[in-house]
């Protein structure tokens, strides 16, 4: 992923990276305390006695050695968060996941450095039941200084008390900061103010400012902040309090007073006892502001024990038992391979991942897919293509579904699809959401530009997104690099804010990306029988740099229809690497020579 910093000068991703790793050992003495004291006791998966059935798979109980939980008394907390970091840091394609979890109460003096597949999470039912006198730090020099690939890791349900009153938080995609109550200002950019790609807030108080600084574009949902600093290509604010005024193209700010409809990620929390559980947080419509500024969020809760507490290495067949047994998911940090599809079919399910946690088809199979039911909840993991080509790697509905979820919609949240850069991998189509109503809030689609098994047919993935059902709405929507469209939407009353978008790198040449009479498939392509649609801060980047002649007729494609809107769109060709002809359909500038300057278009039609 070739950025630029605010001057405008190229940059380009180094393409020599560490190859996938083994799995990091467990660290002696950090296995996690067990989860909630009340949970049954594991039983053998085989039959009952005299009884020819199998025996109930248990709910609850421990969850992993990489679930590292830890108290306001736990001795060396330090020293184990710096040999976490010392293994992750610039472990990008490795097979390390870790998640670390801060029961409630005041911790002191601590520096928690975020590397790959981290996540830190507090405890709380609230941000400020967990607060951190210090740190929790993203910054980039494992790679130069250069954050463009500070992927996979995330922050929830802290405080923090910055040690000199700026956190830093130098993220790229698929990098969320949740839930987060900062009592002084955050820094976006990596120290020294590198190339920096954009990310995700939501849900979020920052008392004093933030900075973007070299971040290209990003987008903060539902929150509350001291002030915003600067723009350089895209900045997208729904439902946020003391967010800048909407200027787009200049300074780039696109603003919505309030998000349409919002539904906080499910969330792990301490009860009083020390047994854990999982939030719920309720819908809310036209949202601003936190959800948890006055006192208890709205909601409902889970007790552990209604989970199957899954750990890597356990099979698909297993996890779909206890899915028609009646328990929720919750993937503890690890790689798990299925041989075929996790089948989500009870309304109110719950899917949610620490760590990272990787869920990988081996045989060609769709790693989850989702009835036609309301309510389903998946959050908090990674889907990674295997060696043989899916048709799709996650089902949002089966084809054809159009009931009304409207009341209990579904939500999908810091799930994130990856097609090759750990290995070989391939899909033709990564997310299908079928399902009417659906909430994408914050998704990273991406076909992968570097690592191993990385090559225009190699890791082969024509289509990122496909949407066909109605009354969809994407909150947050990162696609890249896909050979043909990236994303298609047929559904009717669909909506985004903000999508960040790079055609793929290495096209050949132009005949590879050749569309009929179009140069080039457009990044966003909303049907032609679509009749209502609205987009608002979009923006598609090319860097061809295979063939840096490759023309890119426009970035969006959209029927001419008064019900068909967009607001605030933008192309950019990377230091010249390709160029496009126009920003939506045949309207919008063309860009031109090498300067890394957007065009734009504020309206359209």
Known sequence: MPHTSSSGTPSVRRRTLLAAGAAAPVLAGLAAAPAAASAPAAVPHGRGPGRGKPRPLPGGGDLGPNVLVFGPSTPGIQARLDEVFRRQESDQFGTGRYALLFRPGTYHGLNAQLGFYTSILGLGLSPDDTTIHGDVTVDAGWFGGNATQNFWRSAENLALVPTNGTNRWAVAQAAPF???HIRGSLDLAPSGYGWASGGYIADSRVDGQIGPYSQQQWYTR????GGWTNGVWNMVFSGVEGAPDQTFPDPPYTTLTTT??????PFLYAERHGALRVFLPAKRTLARGVSWGNGTPRGTSLPLSRFYVAKPGVSAATLNRALAQGLHLLLTPGIYHLDRPIRVTRPDTVVL???Y????????????????????RLAGFLVDAGPVNSPTLLEIGPRGAHRDHSANPTTVQDVFVRIGGAGPGKATTSLVVNNRHTIVDHTWVWRA???????????RADYGVVVNGDDVLATGLFVEHFNKYDVQWFGQRGRTIFFQNEKAYDAPNQAAI???????????????RVTSHEGWGLGSYCYYNVDPTIVQHHGFAAPVRPGVKFHNLLVVSLGGNGQYEAVINDTGAPTSGTSTVPSTVVSYP
């Open 178 to 180: 949740r839930r987060m």
């Open 514 to 528: 050749r569309n009929g009479a179009l140069k080039g498939y457009a990044a966003y392509k909303v049907g032609d």
């Open 353 to 355: 991942g620490l760590g």
């Open 449 to 459: 530009d570097h690592g191993e098994g990385v090559g225009w047919e190699t890791n």
């Open 260 to 265: 349409p409809v919002s539904r906080e990620k």
């Open 357 to 376: 946690a990787t869920l990988i088809p081996d045989n060609g199979v769709t790693a989850l897919t989702v009835a036609d039911v309301g309510g389903v």
């Open 222 to 225: 539902d929150s509350a902040i």
